[in-house]
Nanobody, 114 residues
């Protein structure tokens, strides 16, 4: 059974940075597409970024140029480096893994506020 555990959320000031990590259990990590979604209060969950097994990435338009997704297959971990944070980035960020089916982490809160 795959488990995804996120870490790295918290409070940041506008213009600041945070790095989220998601550690996955199991042996299929290197073959899986990994990504991050976020859900702000009162809004639907939205895709933030995805990285495929071959390393190709895609980003939501709202974060392109500010966020970077990366993966370390040796550590079964995917990262989301978030720079130039804005108040509208405030949301719960959830890690997901797609290999034969979708798996989700519990989510980590990110608050961007002065």
């Amino acid at each position: 059974q795959v488990q995804l555990v996120e870490s790295g959320g918290g409070l940041a000031q506008p213009g600041g940075s945070l790095r989220l990590s998601c550690a996955a259990s199991g042996s299929s990590f290197s073959s899986a597409a990994m990504g991050w979604y976020h859900q702000a209060p009162g809004k639907e969950r939205e895709l933030v970024a995805v990285i495929y097994s071959g390393g190709m990435t895609n980003y939501a338009g709202s974060v392109k140029g500010r966020f970077t997704i990366s993966r370390d297959n040796a550590k079964n971990t995917v990262y989301l480096q978030m720079n130039s944070l804005k108040p509208e980035d405030t949301a719960v960020y959830s890690c997901y893994m797609n290999y034969l089916r979708a798996y989700w982490g519990q989510g980590t809160q990110v608050i961007v506020s002065s």
